[in-house]
Every structure is written in structure tokens, then in C-alpha cells.
């Protein structure tokens, strides 16, 4: 794609250099040193402007690696590093928590999505180190049908989970949640009502010997194409 709209350039650029070049020569203009190296200057600033611009690698929604097909939604995220830095959720290029917009907080964040229209409902965390599991049941419990959730751990996820929050977690569609211990970092993409275990999810254990941070795992991250809720 790229050389073919090189290659159309450089035969405009050509056909219009003979042209002004037979011009020249009918109408028997001369065009001096100065004009000449003006000339060319803009010729090679136009032809360096195109290079660069077709040379650029295309942006995607949140920055994923490629674009989603029609009636898809892109998403990228990511769990927190260690204690330090928060997780980030992005979906329809639409940076809906991180650190930077000051809406994260240490345990489980979770971001809710219309699955029909991609628009944003809500964004909490609950705190599962020093909190309370019961404000986090009741919020899985009121989640409508047909929503995407999507979620991330910062810091500790865990420790105050039970078997009733975790349920919850897994009819969204979640594998891994079963087996979310003490400072593992989670991410995940799933859904209310969803029929099939979501394919969105990344899970990495808290593991002395292989952690990247001491006491935490590295970060995972996570993108894909999230598929529109038809009637």
C-alpha cells in the first residue's frame, strides 16, 4: 500500500517537472540558479512530508496493535504495578480509569460499559485488603444485563474475597478468579449474562522467586476486540 502511493507520487512529481520543463522551453524561460534551488527545495520538502506521513505506523483505538472489525469495541488495560503505580482501563479510545485521572485505588477497579453503544456507565474500586467484600457484592449483584465489566487489581485483590464475590466474578464469565491469591495481578473482560467463559483475561501469581517487583509479580496487560451486544 505504502510503495504503491510512493510510487503514484513519483510520477506525479515527474509529470510535473516535464511539464514545466517543456513549458519552460516553449515559452523559452530561463530560470536562474536561485529559482532553480527554490524549486527543488520545495519539491524535496512536499516529497519528505509525504514519505514521513505514509512511513508512520496507523494509530488504533486505546493504541491496541490493530483495528476491530465493524461491531467491536476496542479495549486495552492494565493491573497496577506493585504498590506504586494504578491500572489503567481504555476502551473506544476512552481512558475510563488510571492514576492519572485520580480514579483508582488499591484492590479491585472495576469499569462498566454499555455493550450495545460502547458508552461508559460507572468506574469504582473496593478495597480488598483493609475493606469490606459486602459494598463489592452488592455492586456485582446491580450490574444490568448485557453490560461489559472489565477489571483490574492494584496492589491486593484478594484477601477479602469470599466465595460469594468470587462466584459472582466467575458468572461474568472470569476462570481465574477461583484461584486470585494475595497480590496476584488480574485483568479482566467480561460480561453480565454472558452464555461462555470470556476469552478476556490474564493472570499472573504473587511468586517470590519469579516476581519483577519485590512482593508483587510484574504487570499484565491485556487488549482485544470486545463484541457488540445484538438484540
Not at 33 to 50: M, P, T
Not at 171 to 186: A, H, P, Q, V
Not at 206 to 215: I, Q, W
Amino acid at each position: 500500500c505504502f510503495l504503491t502511493g510512493a510510487a503514484k507520487l513519483v510520477v506525479v512529481i515527474a509529470i510535473f517537472l516535464l511539464t514545466f520543463y517543456v513549458i519552460s522551453q516553449v515559452f523559452e524561460i530561463k530560470m536562474d540558479a536561485n529559482l532553480g534551488h527554490i524549486f527543488g527545495n520545495v519539491v524535496s520538502k512536499i516529497l519528505f512530508s509525504f514519505l514521513l506521513k505514509a512511513t508512520k505506523p496507523p494509530r488504533y483505538k486505546c493504541g491496541i496493535s490493530k483495528a476491530c472489525p465493524e461491531k467491536h469495541f476496542a479495549f486495552k488495560m492494565s493491573s497496577g504495578a506493585a504498590n506504586v503505580v494504578g491500572p489503567k482501563i481504555c476502551v473506544e479510545d476512552n481512558v475510563l480509569m488510571s492514576g492519572v485521572k485520580n480514579n483508582v485505588g488499591r484492590g479491585i477497579n472495576v469499569a462498566l460499559v454499555n455493550g450495545k453503544t460502547g458508552e461508559p456507565l460507572d468506574t469504582k474500586f473496593f478495597d480488598m485488603w483493609g475493606g469490606d467484600v459486602a459494598p463489592f457484592i452488592e455492586f456485582l449483584k446491580s450490574i444490568q444485563d448485557g453490560t461489559i465489566v472489565l477489571m483490574a487489581t492494584y496492589d491486593d485483590g484478594a484477601t477479602k474475597l469470599n466465595e460469594e464475590a468470587r462466584k459472582l466474578i466467575a458468572e461474568l464469565g472470569s476462570t481465574s478468579i477461583t484461584n486470585l491469591g494475595f497480590r496476584d495481578n488480574w485483568v479482566f473482560c467480561g460480561g453480565k449474562g454472558i452464555k461462555t467463559k470470556s476469552p478476556f483475561e490474564q493472570h499472573i501469581k504473587n511468586n517470590k522467586d519469579t516476581n519483577k517487583y519485590e512482593g508483587w509479580p510484574e504487570v499484565v496487560e491485556m487488549e482485544g476486540c470486545i463484541p457488540q451486544k445484538q438484540d
